[in-house]
């Protein structure tokens, strides 16, 4: 029964998908991704719940819409890229792995956005792929990242790379926390099968850079690592 039902959902969920990339990509040959992403949210909290997943956003209240932030939280789930964008309230641009920028339709799609890729053996391009992003948060625009860099294999939360924190302390942002909750029992990196449920983005209290701007690197991740388990177990 559960692997029928995973391929009607998988199934349904491939059919709405071209048609919800379909649509966002003509939206960004006519206007800029800041004045879609209303639409872009309403599309993705759709394509969430025809395949299953009903979203709860637990702490709206922590985002200042004056500020821009580096919003960073758990990767548990393909389906991580459809939650985290219906839970956000505020248009930003996402730092991915370069790889992504080569798939079909997907690739096209999220360089269009303004997506910035993130090599992960080519230390000088990550290099240059941080400063771009710290030139777009400070004209303005939030930027959001998921600093495992990819997704758990066990649904607990995994190393964080460097690359964010480097980011951090040379864009003097600050941070916004958040766990995703249920995405890993939903599907998971090892699993096509797909168990409908409730999924819950839970948003922290913003890091302010002034809190941070004398810790190391290391010691920033660690406190950012500890504040996202501390946000997913409460």
């Not at 930027?143 to 980011?167: A, C, D, M």
């Not at 909750?181 to 096509?192: A, D, H, V």
């Amino acid at each position: 029964m559960k692997i029928f039902l995973s391929a009607l959902l998988w199934t349904i969920g491939l059919l709405y998908f071209a048609l919800a990339a379909l649509l966002i990509a003509v939206g960004l040959l006519i206007v800029s991704s800041k004045k879609i992403y209303p639409f872009l949210r309403f599309l993705f909290r759709v394509q969430l719940m025809i395949m299953g997943v009903s979203l709860k956003v637990i702490g709206l209240e922590n985002f200042d819409h004056r500020k821009s932030y580096i919003i960073m939280g758990n990767h548990q789930s393909l389906f991580d890229i459809f939650a985290i964008p219906a839970a956000v309230p505020m248009h930003f641009i996402a730092v991915e792995a370069a790889s992504h920028f080569s798939f079909p339709i997907w690739g096209w799609l999220i360089r269009k956005w303004g997506n910035i890729p993130l090599p992960r053996k080519d230390l000088p391009k990550a290099i240059e792929s941080i400063n771009k992003a710290r030139k777009v948060i400070a004209s303005g625009t939030s930027i959001g990242i998921l600093p495992e860099g990819t997704r758990t294999l066990t649904g607990e939360i995994g190393k964080f790379k460097k690359g964010p924190f480097h980011l951090a302390l040379a864009a003097r942002a600050g941070i916004l926390p958040f766990a995703l909750c249920g995405l890993f029992e939903y599907n998971n990196k090892l699993s096509w099968t797909l168990n409908p449920s409730t999924v819950y983005v839970k948003f922290g209290k913003p890091i302010p850079y002034e809190s941070f701007k004398n810790n190391s690197v290391e010691e920033l991740k660690n406190k950012v690592y500890n504040t996202i388990i501390e946000i997913q177990n409460n």
